[in-house]
């Protein structure tokens, strides 16, 4: 993400890439995957790919459900482990019917583990993965997606995009409005602002209003509607 928006601090919550008009932020993101599976695997770029994100207006001006965009499955990672045969695995705290090297650590779009993407190097605090959306992968709310991945605004006036997380940052199930084990919809980010954070800090510092300020990197989530 750092690399194809061309900043340290990654896109934020436009995700447009070069995209305009009606559900441009949408279309930038998958083409933001596309383009990130292209260089991971030459002749991969050229499948269909969908982000898992939600918006409140795609193209046709209704709203937009992240689990409606994906397919049907199965879906698996770079090196072909299983993520779920279907939906009814994919929605979950976890996806259920994952390979087990990778169910509680999804993956990055090379195979490797998102929290030790330098197995070299220490862990890092990049959990916090955009997705809009709700436990049942469907718009969480009117403000939960940066106008619809349109917007990039350090002063909240866009919102707080929802997040899922990646890999678990403790384990079991939280409570109130926080799942910190649950890959689609665990809490709201801190803003929209471009930002990135891999220290663990014990969550976005006071006044912070970036999306990966709590312990990411702005990630997104990218399904090929074909294995």
């Not at 009814?88 to 976890?94: A, F, K, N, T």
């Not at 490797?112 to 969480?140: E, F």
Request: aromatic share 6%; net charge negative.
């Amino acid at each position: 993400m750092r690399e194809l928006s061309g900043s340290q601090d990654g896109f934020g919550g436009d995700l447009r890439f070069g995209e305009t008009g009606q559900g441009a932020g949408l279309r930038g993101a998958d083409k933001i995957c596309a383009t990130i599976a292209e260089k991971s695997m030459p002749g991969a770029g050229s499948k269909t790919w969908r982000a898992f994100l939600s918006a409140a207006a795609g193209e046709d001006g209704k709203q937009v459900d992240a689990i409606d965009r994906i397919g049907e499955g199965p879906w698996y990672d770079r090196l072909g482990r299983l993520v779920a045969s279907n939906k009814d695995e994919l929605i979950g705290e976890r996806p259920s019917g994952a390979d087990e090297a990778i169910g509680d650590d999804l993956p990055n779009e090379d195979g490797v583990p998102n929290q030790q993407p330098d197995p070299s190097q220490p862990k890092v605090d990049n959990h916090d993965t955009m997705t809009g959306s709700n436990q049942q992968g469907r718009l969480s709310g009117p403000t939960a997606t940066c106008n619809d991945w349109t917007s990039a605004s350090g002063d909240r006036s866009s919102g707080k995009p929802r997040l899922g997380h990646s890999w678990p940052r403790n384990f079991g199930g939280g409570g109130g409005d926080f799942n910190m084990a649950h890959w689609i919809s665990a809490h709201d980010a801190a803003g929209c602002s471009p930002s990135v954070n891999l220290v663990d800090a014990g969550g976005p510092a006071q006044g912070a209003t970036g999306v990966g300020s709590g312990g990411g990197y702005g990630g997104i989530y990218c399904f090929a509607l074909t294995p």
